[in-house]
């Protein structure tokens, strides 16, 4: 496929997807969306360590071949005021795996969120966030190690699929009629009016997603998170579809709780995964309490949105919470944070989020030996104080740097 602003490097080859599985070369091309506001600072950092990570780990026999595909303010400059250019979304999908950078949602003129769209055309259906802890990073918990989640969130469906209308709205009042009058519903009058259509093909496709990402991680369970007994037939249809995905498709490498409880003496055997569920107010008080006791969380979508701002908080905020977006093909890797305009070009903000969502990135392509050089030397670097503002005002004795410092830190810190 050719492109019209697009330059594919040379010296890079396609990844591809061969039996279900990625190939991927020595000189991948990966595709990367640099981000509005301070979206340029973080991704020339994070792109530095990426590389020398992938340069070292390697000894110079694998090197990513970075393709720059646009959206937001840049693409808008780049192609005549189109914020979401055609071809962004034909590179992704031809070349299968990219990162970005925060994108601003322009505000008026019909927008949608930029982030959605994208999530929306290419079908990225589960949203997966990694939370732990890094030691040396600022934390409200008293054993912030026991925080080591993975998040995965719904992307599709729920009441983000946009089926609302406003209360005296024609359609409003049409479907409260028909609501009242057909099915027998009682609510006040002048409502407003939102649908939450949760399927059974959403909620397998995702949790199948969250179980075999347990697998391939050694993972030691899979608790599937809900509102169910409130929302029997959405929320309670999520838990109850996740448990037959389950026993269906992986009766080998999981268990469910109440085979635990009835064959096994309430312990795991070896070996398996546990499935389990927990209604979702009692999450956010067990995440608090008992974090230990969770490992990947498959949720609903404004469950897990809600869920995964509130764990980040608990081990350093969004500064550092990394992201991506995942379908059957395509992987989208973003920093969990906006744009964050007033620091825009001072090169002074937590690059964090932007790199571990890297490391996801590193790791989904198996180029797990450079991921874990990032782990450790970012490690180092907090070990030595070495941190941006965010994280120095609440830090004793910390040396606070600019972004382009930090990554220079993390990358002398790989040779230690
Ligand atoms: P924001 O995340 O940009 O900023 C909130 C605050 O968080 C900032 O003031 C800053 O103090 C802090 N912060 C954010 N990133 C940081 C970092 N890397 N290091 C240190 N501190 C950091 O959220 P906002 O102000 O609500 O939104 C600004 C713009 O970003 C809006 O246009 C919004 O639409 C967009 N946005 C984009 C995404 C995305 O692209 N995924 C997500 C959220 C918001």
């Known amino acids: 496929m050719s492109f019209d602003k697009i330059t ?116 990225l259906y589960s949203c997966v966030r990694p939370v732990r802890w890094y030691k040396g990073v600022p934390s409200p918990l008293k054993r912030p190690d026991e925080v080591d989640v993975v998040i995965y969130r719904e992307n599709t469906e729920d009441v983000y699929a946009g089926i609302e209308y406003e209360a005296g709205s024609p359609e409003n009042e049409r479907l409260a009629r028909f609501l009242r009058e057909d099915l027998g519903a009682n609510f006040f009058e002048g409502a407003g009016i939102g649908i939450k259509p949760i399927s059974e093909f959403g909620t397998k496709r995702h949790v199948r997603a969250a179980i075999k990402y347990a697998i391939q991680h050694d993972r030691k369970s899979v608790t599937l998170v809900h509102k169910g007994n409130i929302q029997k037939f959405t929320e309670g249809a999520f838990m109850k579809w996740g448990y037959e995905v389950a026993a269906a498709e992986f009766p080998d490498e999981t268990i469910s709780w109440d085979d635990v409880a009835a064959n096994h003496g309430g312990k795991v055997p070896s070996g398996k995964i546990l499935i389990q ?63 964050a305009p007033k620091y825009s070009n001072l090169d002074k903000v937590n690059p964090g989020s932007l790199l571990f969502s890297g490391v996801m990135m590193l790791e989904h392509i198996g180029w797990q030996e450079a991921a874990d050089l990032i782990t450790s030397a970012y490690e180092r670097t907090l070990d030595q104080k070495i941190v941006t503002y965010d994280f120095a005002r609440q830090m004793d004795g910390a040396v606070e740097v600019r972004t382009s410092e930090f990554a220079t830190a993390v990358i002398r810190n790989m040779d230690a």
């Open 277 to 339: 569920d927990v209604i979702a107010d009692i999450i956010f008080q067990k995440m608090i309490l008992r974090p230990s006791e969770f490992d990947v969380l498959a949720t609903p979508n404004l469950n897990g949105d809600y869920l995964s701002d509130a764990v980040a908080a608990e081990v350093g905020g969004v500064g550092i919470a990394p992201g991506a977006n995942i379908g059957d093909a395509v992987a989208l890797f973003e920093a969990t944070h906006g744009t």
């Open 8 to 123: 594919v490097p040379s010296e890079g080859e396609k990844i591809t997807v061969e039996n279900g599985e990625l190939r991927v070369p020595d000189n991948p091309i990966l595709c990367f969306i640099e981000g509005d506001g301070i979206g340029p600072d973080i991704m020339t950092a994070s792109k530095r360590i990426w590389d020398a990570a992938v340069e070292k780990a390697y000894n110079k026999s694998r090197k990513i071949a970075w393709m720059e595909v646009y959206s937001g303010e840049k693409a808008a400059s780049v192609y005549d005021g189109n914020y979401m250019p055609e071809e962004t979304f034909d590179a992704l999908r031809e070349y299968l795996i990219g990162i970005k950078g925060p994108l601003t949602t322009p505000i008026g003129g019909g927008f949608r969120s930029l982030n959605v769209t994208l999530r929306q055309v290419l079908d």
